[in-house]
């Protein structure tokens, strides 16, 4: 792999956090957001690391001269908080190879999703690959994508220029990290005399227009901290999610037209909840991951190969940790096979609520649909 300039946007008031320090240096369990993803970093391999710092940059400058990261870290002053592209244009003196811009708070539980998706930005070389989460997102930064509107590339993986916004199915959202060439550095525009904070899609919108670009789907989880209610959740939620027994997985398959497949359970009483609307999964066997169990228990349940999917939920439920993914549904009910249950169907979310649907499912399709 060629040399790789890992670069931190850390130049923002953390407003919504209140807290009096950069967000950067907020810690959870014991570690700040910035050593997290500074590490992450590192473990994909970047030859340095650029923070670029504003408010209250002299704690962040601090934090960093009394620590050893085992990669080179320097850091850039960025005078007025004007976005993304902006803070890419701040540390465009120290740009000298190929960059990945990460924010630092997210939290991602899949150790090999940024090599994976560093991988795919060195074989195939496009202007930037930006990568998604299938976790909804209601941030106005945090742009949602519908991957029917991009051509499929490969597992996980679409051209990023949209074919049609008049689209329905599976939405993907921005994670706030991005791999680009060095050249992308020529697409930059001209702040001078800006004083509101310049759209970052606006940036990635110009470079797609002239240059191939993409977008890859994380597999694993992402967790974003915005307000001390994410970071208070998640810390409740690993406390619970280690004092399990068993592991399970479900899939939602959503098709081009915004569907969600569901199972009938048979009309079995030796069963939970028989004649139930459910997910499609089951339970993770030993030495198994969360993402080879739920391709494995979709073939075995439909017959159908699940290539583009990431995890959305994690959660305990009868003292089980349950992992629920989100994944393209590419074929129609007439290509399935099922071999469990009674019945399976397609329905659109405002017709969930007519079903009679197994608890825990419609505790995950309420979270992940909002009804």
């Known amino acids: 792999m060629g040399s790789l300039i890992g670069i931190i946007p850390a130049a923002g008031k953390a407003t919504r956090m209140g807290s009096a320090l950069p967000k950067a240096l907020i810690e959870i369990e014991g570690q700040t957001l910035l050593e997290r993803s500074i590490e992450w970093l590192k473990a994909i391999g970047v030859a340095k690391v650029v923070v670029v710092v504003g408010h209250l940059g002299e704690k962040m400058v601090e934090f960093l001269s009394q620590g050893d990261f085992g990669v080179p870290v320097s850091t850039v002053q960025q005078e007025q908080p004007l976005g993304l592209a902006h803070a890419i244009a701040t540390a465009a003196n120290h740009i000298d190879h190929d960059f990945v811009v990460l924010c630092p708070d997210n939290l991602y539980t899949d150790a090999e999703d940024l090599s994976r998706a560093r991988e795919i930005f060195e074989s195939r070389k496009p202007a930037f690959i930006l990568l998604a989460t299938v976790t909804p997102n209601e941030q106005r930064d945090r742009k949602s994508y519908v991957i029917s509107a991009h051509r499929n590339l490969g597992d996980n993986l679409y051209e990023y220029r949209s074919y049609s916004d008049n689209t329905s199915g599976l939405g993907i959202n921005s994670t706030g990290c991005v791999f680009f060439r060095r050249d992308a550095l020529d697409f930059l525009p001209s702040f001078a005399g800006l004083n509101r904070e310049h759209i970052f899609r606006d940036y990635l919108e110009e470079i797609s227009a002239r240059e191939p670009s993409m977008i890859y789907l994380l597999r694993g989880m992402r967790y974003d901290f915005s307000e001390p209610p994410d970071v208070q959740k998640y810390l409740e939620l690993q406390k619970r999610l280690s004092n399990t027994s068993g592991e399970g997985v479900s899939a939602i398959l959503i098709n081009g037209r915004g569907q969600v497949l569901l199972q009938q359970r048979d009309d079995n009483p030796a069963i939970r909840y028989p ?97």
């Open 275 to 371: 004649g139930h609307w459910s997910l499609f999964g089951g339970t993770i066997e030993e030495g198994e991951s969360a993402v080879t169990a739920v391709a494995r228990e979709v073939q075995e349940e439909i017959d159908f190969e699940m290539k583009n999917f990431g995890l959305f939920r994690e959660f305990v439920q009868n003292n089980k940790r349950e992992f629920a993914f989100v994944g393209e549904l590419s074929a129609e009910l007439d290509e399935l096979t099922l071999s469990e249950g009674q019945g399976m169907n397609v329905f659109y979310p405002s017709q969930l609520s007519e079903l009679l649907i197994r608890p825990d499912d419609k505790e995950t399709l309420k979270e992940y649909f909002g009804v």
